[in-house]
C-alpha cells in the first residue's frame, strides 16, 4: 500500500477561519484524483499554519468538496472526525483521505500546541508534523518534548543555515518520528533543485535511509509522481530502492501508528477497542444453564 501524507492545501487554508476558494479546491481534487489514479491507497491533505493553533483552524475542512471515491476521515458537515482511523478498510477502487496539520515553528512560544496536554484541537488531525526553523528547534522537536508531533519536516528547496547531525537524526529514530522528504522542489527551476539535491542528501545521509517518509507535496496534480518514479528518484541520493519503497510505504504506515497511538491512548500504553460477536456466536460452544468458564488473566 502506498502512501502520500502531503498534498497541500493554499495557503489560505493556514490562517483561523481562512476560506479556500472554489478553484483551489478544483485543484486539490484533480490532485486527488491523481494520486487514486497512480497507484496510492492514502492520502493526507496538509494544512500549514505558522501562527498559534487555534480551533477557528478547523473551519476550513467544512469546505471540502466531495471528490470521486474519496473516503474522508473526518465529517464534512460538522469538520469533526469521523468514526474509524486511517487503518479503516475503504471499498476497492477508494482513496482514504486524511487531514494533516504541520506547524511551521519560529518561537518556542508556538510549540504550546504541539503538546499532548497543549490543545485538544491537535488530536482533530490524523497526523502532525513539525516545521522548525532554527537548529535549536530542531533539537526540541527531535526530543520528544512536543509529544503531539508525528513527523518532523524541513524545507526541502531553501536552504536551512544549519546541518542535520547525527545524533539529531538517531533522537528522531529513537523517538519513532518520521523525517519526511518532499520531491515537489526538485521539480522547480534548476537552482531549486539543485537546493534540494543538497538537503535531501544530507538526510538520507545522517539517516541511513532510515525512518524517512517520501511525501509529494503537490500542489496541483502535475506535480504527483507515480511511486516507482520516486523509488528511481531516491537513487539520485544513493538510497536504495528497497529503502525508497518503504519511504512510500511502511514507513508512512508507521507514522500513522505513531498518530495513532498518540490519539487513542495512555501514554502510549492503554488502548481501548470496540468489539462484538456476530450474530449466532454469542454464548456458542455453552451449554445450557452452565457457566461460562472463567477468562484467564492477561500476562503483562
Known sequence: MFYDL???LPDTAGKA????????????AQAVERARALGYQVVALNQTISSKLVPEHLAVWKSVPAIKDAVYSWSRETGAR????AFSSVPHGKIRVLRRLTVIVSDTAQSQSLTGSGSATTAE?????VRPTTDKLLSAASSGAWDAVDIISLDMG???GYFVKHKTAGQVLAMGLALEISYQPALADSATRQQWVSNAASIVRVT???GLIWTSGARQAFDL?????????????????DLSKR???SGSRTALVHALTRTSTLRAVISSVETSLPAGEEGEGEGEGEEAPAPKRAKI
Not at 469521523?82 to 482511523?85: E, L, R, V
Request: a neutral charge; hydrophobic letters at 40%.
Open 6 to 8: 502531503n498534498i497541500a
Open 17 to 28: 477561519g481562512g476560506i479556500v476558494s472554489s478553484h483551489d479546491w478544483a485543484q486539490v
Open 82 to 85: 469521523a468514526g474509524g482511523s
Open 125 to 129: 488531525y490524523d497526523v502532525v508534523a
Open 158 to 160: 531553501g536552504r536551512w
Open 208 to 210: 541511513r535511509g532510515r
Open 225 to 241: 509522481r507515480s511511486p516507482y518514479d520516486i523509488s528511481a528518484l531516491g537513487e539520485v541520493l544513493q538510497l536504495n530502492s
Open 247 to 249: 519511504a512510500l510505504s
